[in-house]
C-alpha cells in the first residue's frame, strides 16, 4: 500500500520560555493511500493540533512531515496555501457553507478558484452531488437543508478538487444521531467506492467505528493503535469502548 503521510518526530509546543505546554510529544506515524483513520483521545490530548500540523493549518516546533517525498514543514505562508488548495480537502463541524449561495454554488465555487472551465465545473459538480445523493436539492440554499444534507454538501465540496486527503474535525459534533450515521455513511461511500482517502479527529466511539484504522492520542503521543480488518463495526466498536475505558477518553457507544 502506497504511503501519501509519514509524520516524524512531530512536537508541537504552546506559550512562552517560562510557561510552555506540549501539544504534540515526538509523534510518529503514517496515513495510508486509501485509508480511513480516525484520531481519537479526550479533550486535550492533541487531536486537533496534530490534524492542524498535518494540513498545515499550524507549524510544528520540531519534527517533519511528509507527503509523498515532500517535506512540507519547510514551506512558507504562500506555498502552504497552494499545498491546501492542490493537494487536500476538508469537512468542518460547523459546515462553513454560504448562506448565499445555493448548494450547488457552494461546491462548484472550490473548482472555480482553481481555473477549471464552466463545462468541467458544471459536469464535475454534478457527478458528485448526485453520488451523494444531494442533486434534486441542488437549487436550495443551505438555510433550506437539514444539517445532514449540509454535510453532505461540505462532503461534495471537499471532493470537487480530487485532494490526496480529505481531513474531518470532529465532523459529526453539530448532527443529529440520524445525521451522523448518514454523514458517517457517505464517508464509508467515499472511501470505499470513490477512492478517498480521510483522516478524521473524533472523541466518539461511535463514529471512530465506521473507520479501517484508529490512532489513539494521550499527551500529545500515540499510545495504541486498533485496526478493524474484517471485524463487523458493532464488534469494532466494544474495542474501541475497551481502550477508552482504560484511558478514560469521551466515549459515546450511539
Known amino acids: 500500500m502506497e504511503e501519501l503521510i509519514y509524520a516524524e518526530d512531530v512536537e508541537k509546543y504552546y506559550g512562552s520560555k517560562n510557561n510552555l505546554t506540549k501539544a504534540l510529544d515526538r509523534v510518529t506515524f503514517h496515513v495510508n493511500r486509501?485509508?480511513?483513520?480516525a484520531i481519537m483521545g479526550a479533550s486535550g490530548s492533541g487531536k486537533t493540533t496534530l490534524l492542524n500540523v498535518l494540513a498545515t493549518v499550524d507549524t510544528v516546533t520540531s519534527g517533519h512531515i511528509y507527503y509523498g517525498k515532500e517535506d512540507i514543514t519547510g514551506l512558507n505562508e504562500d506555498q502552504k496555501s497552494d499545498f491546501r488548495k492542490e493537494n487536500l480537502g476538508f469537512v468542518f463541524q460547523e459546515f462553513n457553507l454560504l448562506d448565499t449561495l445555493?448548494?450547488?454554488?457552494?461546491i462548484s465555487l472550490a473548482m472555480s478558484l482553481s481555473g477549471k472551465t464552466k463545462k468541467e465545473i458544471s459536469s464535475r459538480t454534478k457527478e458528485i452531488m448526485e453520488r451523494l445523493g444531494i442533486w434534486e436539492m441542488r437549487?436550495?440554499?443551505?438555510?433550506?437543508?437539514?444539517?445532514?444534507?449540509?454535510?453532505?454538501?461540505?462532503?461534495?465540496r471537499a471532493l470537487i478538487n480530487q485532494p490526496r486527503i480529505i481531513f474531518a474535525d470532529e465532523p459529526t459534533g453539530a448532527l443529529d444521531s440520524k445525521s451522523s450515521r448518514m454523514l458517517l455513511e457517505t464517508f464509508t461511500q467515499m472511501n470505499e467506492h470513490m477512492g478517498a482517502t480521510i483522516l478524521m479527529v473524533t472523541h466518539d466511539a461511535f463514529s471512530a467505528s465506521y473507520c479501517k484504522r484508529i490512532l489513539f492520542l494521550k499527551d500529545g503521543q500515540i499510545f495504541h493503535e486498533l485496526i478493524r480488518g474484517d471485524k463487523k463495526r458493532r464488534d469494532f466498536l466494544n474495542e474501541i469502548l475497551d481502550v477508552l475505558s482504560v484511558t478514560g477518553g469521551d466515549s459515546y457507544a450511539g
Not at 34 to 37: A, D, I
Not at 102 to 106: A, P, R, Y
Not at 139 to 156: D, E, L, N
Request: include cysteine.
Open 34 to 37: 486509501g485509508e480511513f483513520t
Open 102 to 106: 445555493t448548494l450547488e454554488e457552494n
Open 139 to 156: 437549487q436550495k440554499f443551505p438555510y433550506q437543508v437539514s444539517g445532514g444534507q449540509k454535510q453532505r454538501c461540505a462532503c461534495a
